[in-house]
């Protein structure tokens, strides 16, 4: 069942009950500003990190599951209803929202009254612009009341949650005109606060939480609404809202539209107040003026489309497939996007106050953004770079605000250095910048202790040969990947974290997915060191990879696939021999990926493996059978019920992995199988089963040892984004830059029979039409009219248009 449609010209996805199976949300901001808003403009915003500068109130996990957001209260005689359908819940004549890029336009109609609320963070602003337009479409004048609502809590969001002995009391509030201020904490040591304004003239305001809705009411019945009057409540302690109350009189046919304005404003020290006690307010006044018109809001709409047209037109499909290239045109590159600014920060899933950046996933996510904003993704490596050890390890998480490591997780999650190479890799393949290898960036954010990025992949290449097992394949540590399979943990008490917890120090526990990992990444490491000059490095690291080649093929195949692990004890884990877990899917995508058994046919009868145990209907599980104890070796991934997250659910960041693997044994055809599992717009249909929202990946599918089978959870803010991305981009569709020229392999199913695609790539455009399907086998190419051999295209100078013809 579908709750929606599509619009691909408009690029958004049109929302047309509020009765969804889950709230779908939309993300806008750009750069500093975020806002997570659903379809019923539940949500919150925040400037850069959602745990300390969080202007609105959100309650995870509430009852109703959609709690806190930014709200028109609309009153038609003795009428209340909201267009937005959340909180009022009035039945609505019709309810429409469009989620697009970075926009959501939420419409609701209701007794003739049709009221259309527009949302966007407009470029280079640190603010939630709303312009609310009223249209009567009735025979009769209509006099309404509209109430503006949102809550305030910009001050830090744990305590916010957890500390009301203080924040019920350090509440604080200015008002100027139609403009209401949040100043908690102003009085101290912020030197920012929130503001919220109207383009019109109100006929009043309330700041003070209890007097607009009533101790004992909710949100979908505020007192002052019901009454239809403000109060001009003034918050003292307790909790800060902002509600402006405006009088609209509309003819019949007449529109009028309003300009909302919720923003974060920043003095500078020194400039913090006008006179004592009073808040300086120039900025604030300077963004507010800057949305004095509907027409401003025009614009700011207009700039934000050229800012998406022009990044998305950097990879541009067109297939016989409309989901195919909605997915690849607009879809999947929006969601790598978001995260890129997120991480895994701050979701519906994801409450914006635990986790920082982490390490591996952000070096990860960089794979589905690189070719967006590259120049960005340089900064975001030098980042990530400077949170690394000397030794190589790195923190597991950064703080985004400091970029700093944080010291609660700390390190010891052994694949994440490599994860470093294969993000470095991808930049310079991008960009051909090998510049970024110089660069001088510090350990540990110690500007005292500095060596090149180059040194830092090193360090990242040689932590893993510095860290091996008995079997030579590399030592665990608390985890590899899979953040759940914790060799060293042993837990048995119940307040212990699985990630921070080693009861047992040994030197024993090996992940046969990092052999993969340092496998796949040795001959980008091995060529970037011939970029900077260090060939015997270059030359012993292609030996090392033959070796922990070799490691893996003599200790860590089993049979019909590859091992998992070696526990603590030297156990095989993921193997025929176990009893459950007897297959993981880890180290078959990775381990083929990276070439291991591809020439004596292991790499075929791994892939069959993974078909006939782990394949279902709704994507691939993670291993099979469900653990459906506890184990204490093994830790986290024993711990969840059958079939969901790390114990056979549908990890979908890993299926791609499997697909890239179909790849590389030529298997276009089943790598599409597998993409169209997972790739949501081919979900719209399943909805009702599939629950999360249709344009954007899940992080985990219910497998099918689950009650609940096809089932997704946790949205938006997962690797899977980035690697689909890979898979569908690079593998099947076959167009991925590499340091000597543009690869154009495509392996991809039958049923897309031709395809073209613009690429714009170092400064070139690269228009690619292929011409019959490419299931397997090397294609010809000819480009600009001239056969070559094989299928990496040079580069072409800058400011070039390159044809190619691809044919099998
Ligand atoms: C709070 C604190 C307590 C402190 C008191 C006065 O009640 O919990 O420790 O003594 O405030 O500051
Ligand atoms: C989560 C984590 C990621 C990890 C994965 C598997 O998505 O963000 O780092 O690899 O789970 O455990």
Redesign the pocket.
């Known amino acids: 069942m579908r709750f929606g449609h599509f619009d691909d010209d408009a690029r958004e996805y049109v929302i047309t009950t509020p009765r969804t199976p889950y709230p779908w949300i939309n993300y806008l901001g750009t750069e500093d500003f975020f806002s997570l808003i659903s379809h019923t403009a539940g949500g919150y915003c925040f400037f850069r990190d959602a745990r300390f500068r969080r202007l609105i109130r959100f309650r995870y996990n509430n009852v109703p599951i959609d709690a806190g957001g930014r709200y028109f209260y609309i009153r038609d005689g003795e009428e209340v209803w909201t267009p937005s359908w959340m909180p009022v819940k009035a039945e609505l004549d019709r309810f429409e929202c469009r989620h697009g890029l970075g926009t959501t336009r939420i419409t609701g109609e209701r007794n003739g009254v049709v009221a259309e609320q527009l949302v966007l963070v407009p470029l280079g602003e640190s603010a939630e612009v709303h312009r609310l337009t009223l249209a009567n479409t009735g025979e009769v004048p209509k006099r309404l009341s509209v109430f503006s609502f949102v809550e305030f809590c910009l001050w830090n969001a744990w305590d916010d949650q957890t500390n009301f002995q203080r924040n019920l009391s350090t509440g604080q509030v200015e008002i100027e005109g139609g403009a209401i201020y949040h100043v908690t904490e102003y009085r101290e040591r912020r030197n920012h606060f929130a503001v919220f304004g109207v383009n019109a003239p109100i006929a009043g305001f309330d700041t003070d939480r209890e007097s607009f809705v009533g101790l004992y009411n909710g949100l979908h019945e505020p007192e002052v609404v019901l009454a239809g009057a403000a109060l001009g409540s003034v918050a003292s302690g307790w909790a800060p809202i902002g509600s402006h109350h405006l009088e609209v009189e509309l003819g019949p046919g007449e529109s009028r539209s309003f300009v909302f304005v919720l923003g974060y404003v920043e003095n500078p020290i020194d400039a913090k107040w006008k006179a004592p006690g009073v808040v300086n307010k120039e900025r604030a006044r300077a963004l507010l003026a800057r949305f004095d018109s509907s027409a401003r809001v025009d614009d700011a709409v207009a700039e934000l489309r050229g800012y998406w047209e022009g990044l998305l037109g950097t990879y541009v499909l067109s297939s016989p497939d409309e989901r195919l290239d909605r997915m690849v045109n607009t879809w999947n590159p929006y969601q790598c996007m978001v995260t890129f600014n997120m991480s ?1 920060s701050a979701s519906y899933f994801e409450s914006g106050i635990g986790r920082g950046m ?1 390490f ?2 952000s070096n990860q996510d960089l794979l589905g953004f690189v070719h967006l904003v590259p120049d960005r993704a340089r900064q975001r490596i030098l980042d990530i770079a400077a949170t690394q050890f000397t030794d190589g390890s790195a923190y597991h998480q950064y703080q985004p605000l400091t970029k700093r490591g944080n010291h609660d997780v700390g390190s010891g999650f052994n694949d994440d250095p490599l994860w470093l190479i294969e993000g470095t890799a991808a930049y310079v393949k991008e960009t051909g910048d090998t510049a970024i290898l110089a660069e001088d960036v510090p350990f540990d954010n110690d500007p005292a202790d500095t060596a090149t990025l180059f040194e830092h992949l090193k360090r990242s290449f040689h932590f893993t040969l510095e860290n091996l097992g008995p079997h030579g394949l590399p030592l665990i540590g608390r985890a590899d ?4 399979l914790n060799l060293n943990c042993f837990s048995e008490t119940s307040d212990e974290p699985y990630q921070t917890t080693a009861n047992r120090e040994g030197r024993t526990a090996e992940s046969v997915f990092i052999a993969g990992l340092f496998v796949h990444a040795a001959p980008d490491f091995a060529d970037l060191a011939e970029l900077v000059g260090e060939m015997d490095e270059a030359a012993a690291a292609r030996r090392h990879a033959q070796a922990m080649t070799d490691a893996v093929l003599e200790h860590a195949w089993d049979g019909e696939w590859f091992l998992r692990a070696y526990d603590f004890f030297g156990n095989k884990v993921g193997s025929r021999d176990c009893d459950e877990g007897k297959i993981l899917i880890e180290p078959q995508g990775f381990c083929i990926m990276a070439g291991i058994g591809v020439d004596d046919g292991r790499a075929v009868k791994a892939l069959d493996s993974v078909k006939a145990h782990l394949d279902t209907d709704f994507g691939i599980v993670l291993n099979q059978p469900a653990y459906s104890t506890y184990h204490v070796e093994l830790g986290e991934i024993s711990s969840y019920p059958p079939g969901y997250k ?1 114990n056979a659910g549908i ?1 979908c ?1 890993n299926n791609p992995w499997v697909m890239i693997a179909e790849t590389v044994v030529g298997r276009g055809g089943r790598a599409f199988d597998y993409y169209r599992k997972i790739a949501p717009a081919y979900l719209e249909e399943i909805s009702e089963i599939h629950r999360m929202e249709p344009y954007v990946y899940s ?1 985990m599918i219910a497998g099918r040892d689950a009650a609940r089978h096809g089932e997704a959870k946790n949205s938006w803010l ?2 899977t984004a980035a690697w689909n991305w890979v898979a569908i981009a690079h593998h099947m569709l076959g167009v991925r830059p590499e340091l000597g020229g543009l690869r154009v392999a495509p392996c991809i199913s039958s049923e897309i029979p031709g395809f073209t695609i613009t690429r714009r790539c170092r400064g070139s455009v690269y228009r690619i039409r292929v011409d019959n399907a490419c299931e397997l086998g090397e294609p010809r190419l000819v480009v600009d009219g001239r056969e070559i051999a094989g299928t990496l295209v040079p580069w072409a100078p800058p400011g070039t248009t390159v044809e190619i013809a691809c044919r099998t």
């Open positions: 895994r982490g591996r996933d990947w899979n953040d759940c790390e990890f960041h992080q997962t690797g």
